[in-house]
């Protein structure tokens, strides 16, 4: 028994000698180590063995296995990257190269849009939507900008269906994507009697040159309310009371006094900030609000005799660069993994 021992270990060094590619050494592994391989069948032979030579046999049996298992691996490892080197090949077993591979979380402007919307649930506010996609009807005709406003502009906005159709007479609304979540307030009114609170965050369209504070795609967060004697006092307490629970007690706000077509009066809501550490603080616009206009009401079927409102659009990219401190608003747009890991 011993004796084969030696041989088979002999054998087995010598073939795995001449093995030089995986093909040949999974072979070899299948002959030698393998459950129908040569180890197995000189491992039932022991049973064959006159006892008191048992456990010299067992010892070496074993001895034989590891040093065929040892040598296999270093053939493995030496043949692997041989392999490796002489063209490209995919090893799954690798660890990643990226660092960041953990789990995966919630993009920055989602985490900051719920935490906004709970904000504003905790003062009675519910959620509403509107379309992407929007008729002029809904952007400006029913929030007091008529046509030929200056906002109108084909150069600033999205329009996807021609502007002018309607007023040619054609019956065709020209559409594009919104410019504004104000179109929401629209919708709102539409088809919901007051009392009415809700805010509405989304994505809306301009064509702006992009820069740090600036993207042609960002995302706004829209605020009506609407109620028996609602006045600007009530507006201001709201947006107060919002800036201390989401920025802290100690954020500066202020509202500046504005005009928009869709309010009177209006107003602009800044916060006061330093977005770089070093950074002296400066006045950063987070949007525009007001008291809705009378006309407003009308055109979306409310009696502005019986009622009033107030409303707001801030933009929230602006709210997470106040609240996260991060510069520049392409950081939120670009999903560099870098960043996303970092906020
Ligand atoms: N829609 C305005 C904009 O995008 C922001 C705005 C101003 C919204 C006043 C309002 C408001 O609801 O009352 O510039």
Not at 22 to 30: H, K
């Amino acid at each position: 028994m011993l004796e084969s021992l030696d041989q088979l270990e002999a054998a087995a060094m010598q073939d795995l000698g001449g093995v030089a590619e995986s093909a040949g050494l999974e072979a070899w592994r299948i002959a030698y180590l393998g459950a129908k391989g040569k180890l197995r069948a000189a491992m039932a032979g022991l049973k064959d063995v006159p006892r008191d030579q048992k456990p010299a046999a067992g010892a070496r049996l074993n001895a034989v296995k590891s040093a065929l298992e040892t040598a296999f691996a270093t053939r493995r490892a030496a043949i692997g990257t041989g392999e490796a080197a002489a063209g490209p090949r995919v090893d799954l077993t690798e660890p990643g190269l990226m660092e960041s591979a953990g789990p995966g979380r919630r993009h920055i402007l989602s985490r900051v849009r719920e935490e906004l919307v709970e904000v504003f649930a905790r003062m009675g506010f519910g959620v509403a939507q509107g379309p992407e996609l929007e008729d002029d009807e809904h952007n400006f005709v029913r929030l007091n900008i008529p046509a030929g406003h200056p906002a109108r502009e084909p150069s600033e906005n999205y329009y996807v269906r021609a502007a002018g159709g309607r007023d040619q007479g054609t019956g065709v609304q020209p559409l594009m994507l919104r410019s504004q979540t104000s179109t929401v307030q629209v919708r709102t009114m539409e088809t919901r009697k007051p009392p009415i609170r809700v805010i509405a965050p989304g994505r809306v369209y301009r064509p702006d040159t992009v820069d740090a504070t600036h993207h042609f795609m960002f995302h706004q967060i829209e605020g009506l309310a609407v109620d028996r004697g609602l006045s600007m006092a009530d507006l201001s307490t709201t947006l107060f009371q919002f800036a201390r629970a989401y920025f802290g007690d100690e954020a500066r706000v202020r509202l500046r006094p504005s005009y928009f077509p869709f309010t009177e009066p209006s107003a602009e809501f800044d916060l006061w900030i330093a977005l770089r550490p070093g950074d002296a603080p400066r006045w950063m616009e987070l949007g525009g609000c007001g008291m809705v206009d009378p006309a407003v009401l009308t055109a979306c079927g409310i009696d502005p005799e019986q009622w009033s409102g107030f409303a707001f659009g801030f933009g929230i990219d602006r709210l997470a660069m106040g609240k996260y401190r991060i510069p520049d608003i392409r950081l939120l747009l670009e999903n560099d993994l870098r960043f996303l890991g970092a906020v």
